[in-house]
C-alpha cells in the first residue's frame, strides 16, 4: 500500500515514462502493474559476468533506452533479490549512464523485509558466508541509498496476542506462550474445512489438491483461455503473473479473486452469485503497454503456493507446517492472516522449523534497533 502511494508520488515527480516498477518475480510485478526486475534490466537470467551483461544491453536499443531514461526505479519485495544481481544493475546503470554517481544517478526506491522469502539460491551454494547472497550483502547496497527505514506500524494484524506470536516466529523464536497458541490452531482430524485456502511450500501439493477437488465435484469442467496481445517475450511474463493462461472452472469450484474490485457491498459473506467479468492485466514499460491479457479474476483456491501468498492478505488458512522448507517460510504464511480465528494446522508441526537467516537478523540489528 505505502510502496503504491510512493510509486504516485514518484510519477508526479519525475513523469510517468521515467519512473520504473519492477519486482523480482512475475506474480508481484503484475500486482504493482510493472515488470520482472530481470526484464526491466533486459540480461536475461543475468547468470553472465558484468562485462558480458554489459555488452549484452549494448546491443539492444530498447533496453538502452529504458535505462538511459529512467529516474526513479522502483524495487518491491527487495528480500528476493540476490546480492550479487544487485551489484551487477548497479554497474549496469553507471556504465550505460556514463555518470559516476551510484546506480548512474537512478533513484532508487527498495521495499521488502528480509525476513520474509530469500532469494532462490539462499543456503544452497558452499561457502554462503563470503557470497552476496542478500541485496543488502551487495558492495553497493549502503552507497545505494541516502536513507533507510524501517516500518515499524501493523496494519494487517490488530489482535495483541497474534502480533506478538508473529513478531517473535519472524526472528525464528517462538516461547511456549506462543506454541500453546499455536496448539490452539491444530486441527484434530487432519482434514481442514473444505471452505479454507490451504497454503503449501511446494508447488506440486497445490496443483493436485487444487486437481483433485476439482475433479471430485464431477461436475463438466470448463477451460477459460486467456485472450493475450503483445510480443511472446512479454506474454511469458503475465505468464507468470497471476492470471491462469487456462483456468479451469465447474460449478461449484473454490476460487479466489485476483484484482481489487469495487464491487459495492455485491461480495458479501453468504453472497453465492455475482456475474464475473473477465479483466486486464498489463505489462508495463514506462508508460507503454508491452503486453496485457484478458482473463477472468479468479484463480482455484482449495490450495495455493506460500511463495504466491506472499504480499497477500486472506481471512482463514490451513497449512501443513510439517513441509516447510528454508528462512522465512512459516513466518510469511502466518502473517497473511487478519486474526489467529482464521487458522488452522496439520497436527505434525515442529517449532525447529521456524527458521530467520542469523544475517538477515544481524542486518537489522545494525541498521533498524
Ligand atoms: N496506512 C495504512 N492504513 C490502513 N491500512 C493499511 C495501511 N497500510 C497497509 N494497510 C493494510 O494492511 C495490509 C497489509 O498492507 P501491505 O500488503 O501493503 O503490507 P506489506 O508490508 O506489503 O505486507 P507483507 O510484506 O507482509 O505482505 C493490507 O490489508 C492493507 O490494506
Given at each position: 500500500?505505502?510502496?503504491?502511494?510512493?510509486?504516485?508520488?514518484?510519477?508526479?515527480?519525475?513523469?510517468?515514462?521515467?519512473?520504473?516498477?519492477?519486482?523480482?518475480?512475475?506474480?508481484?510485478?503484475?500486482?504493482?502493474?510493472?515488470?520482472?526486475?530481470?526484464?526491466?534490466?533486459?540480461?536475461?537470467?543475468?547468470?553472465?559476468?558484468?562485462?558480458?551483461?554489459?555488452?549484452?544491453?549494448?546491443?539492444?536499443?530498447?533496453?538502452?533506452?529504458?535505462?538511459?531514461?529512467?529516474?526513479?526505479?522502483?524495487?518491491?519485495?527487495?528480500?528476493?533479490?540476490?546480492?550479487?544481481?544487485?551489484?551487477?544493475?548497479?554497474?549496469?546503470a553507471r556504465m550505460i549512464r556514463?555518470?559516476?554517481?551510484?546506480?548512474?544517478?537512478?533513484?532508487?526506491?527498495?521495499?521488502?523485509?528480509?525476513?520474509?522469502?530469500?532469494?532462490?539460491?539462499?543456503?544452497?551454494?558452499?561457502?554462503?558466508?563470503?557470497?552476496?547472497?542478500?541485496?543488502?550483502?551487495?558492495?553497493?547496497?549502503?552507497?545505494?541509498?541516502?536513507?533507510?527505514?524501517g516500518l515499524n506500524t501493523i496494519f494487517r494484524q490488530s489482535d495483541p496476542q497474534l502480533i506478538k506470536l508473529l513478531q517473535g516466529i519472524r526472528k525464528g523464536e517462538l516461547d511456549d506462550e506462543g506454541l500453546e497458541l499455536l496448539e490452539q490452531c491444530r486441527c484434530i482430524d487432519n482434514e481442514p474445512d473444505e471452505t479454507v485456502v490451504r497454503l503449501f511450500p511446494r508447488i506440486a501439493d497445490v496443483s493436485r489438491v487444487n486437481d483433485m477437488r476439482l475433479k471430485g465435484l464431477g461436475e463438466e469442467i470448463i477451460v477459460y483461455e486467456a485472450f493475450d496481445r503483445g510480443e511472446r517475450h512479454w506474454i511469458d511474463q503475465l505468464d507468470r503473473g497471476i492470471a491462469p493462461n487456462n483456468l479451469q472452472l465447474c460449478k461449484?469450484?473454490?476460487?479466489?479473486?485476483?484484482?481489487?474490485?469495487?464491487?459495492?457491498?455485491?461480495?458479501?459473506?453468504?453472497?453465492?452469485?455475482?456475474v464475473m467479468k473477465p479483466l486486464t492485466w498489463n505489462v508495463e514499460v514506462g508508460d507503454k503497454i508491452r503486453a496485457t491479457r484478458l482473463q477472468l479474476p479468479?484463480?482455484?483456491?482449495?490450495?495455493?503456493?506460500?511463495?504466491?501468498?506472499?504480499?497477500m492478505t486472506v481471512d482463514r488458512l490451513h497449512t501443513n507446517l510439517s513441509k516447510a522448507f528454508g528462512f522465512g517460510m512459516i513466518y510469511v504464511a502466518l502473517s497473511r492472516l487478519r486474526s489467529l480465528d482464521g487458522l488452522s494446522f496439520s497436527s505434525d508441526f515442529h517449532p525447529s522449523k521456524i527458521k530467520a537467516h542469523p544475517k538477515v537478523l544481524e542486518y537489522y540489528k545494525n541498521h533498524f534497533e
Open positions: 500500500m505505502l510502496i503504491q502511494e510512493i510509486i504516485k508520488l514518484l510519477r508526479k515527480l519525475h513523469g510517468k515514462k521515467e519512473v520504473s516498477v519492477t519486482a523480482p518475480t512475475g506474480i508481484v510485478a503484475c500486482s504493482l502493474g510493472g515488470q520482472t526486475l530481470h526484464s526491466f534490466a533486459g540480461v536475461g537470467l543475468a547468470k553472465a559476468d558484468a562485462e558480458t551483461l554489459l555488452s549484452k544491453v549494448l546491443d539492444n536499443k530498447r533496453v538502452l533506452r529504458r535505462w538511459r531514461m529512467v529516474k526513479a526505479l522502483v524495487v518491491d519485495e527487495i528480500s528476493m533479490v540476490e546480492g550479487e544481481f544487485f551489484d551487477k544493475l548497479e554497474y549496469l556514463e555518470n559516476d554517481e551510484p546506480w548512474g544517478g537512478i533513484q532508487l526506491v527498495v521495499s521488502g523485509d528480509f525476513l520474509q522469502l530469500p532469494p532462490i539460491s539462499v543456503g544452497k551454494k558452499k561457502n554462503s558466508d563470503s557470497d552476496k547472497e542478500y541485496a543488502f550483502e551487495a558492495d553497493s547496497w549502503d552507497q545505494s541509498f541516502q536513507l533507510q527505514v461449484g469450484a473454490r476460487v479466489m479473486l485476483t484484482k481489487n474490485l469495487n464491487v459495492k457491498g455485491q461480495l458479501v459473506t453468504g453472497a453465492t452469485e455475482m479468479l484463480i482455484l483456491a482449495w490450495a495455493m503456493s506460500i511463495h504466491k501468498s506472499q504480499g
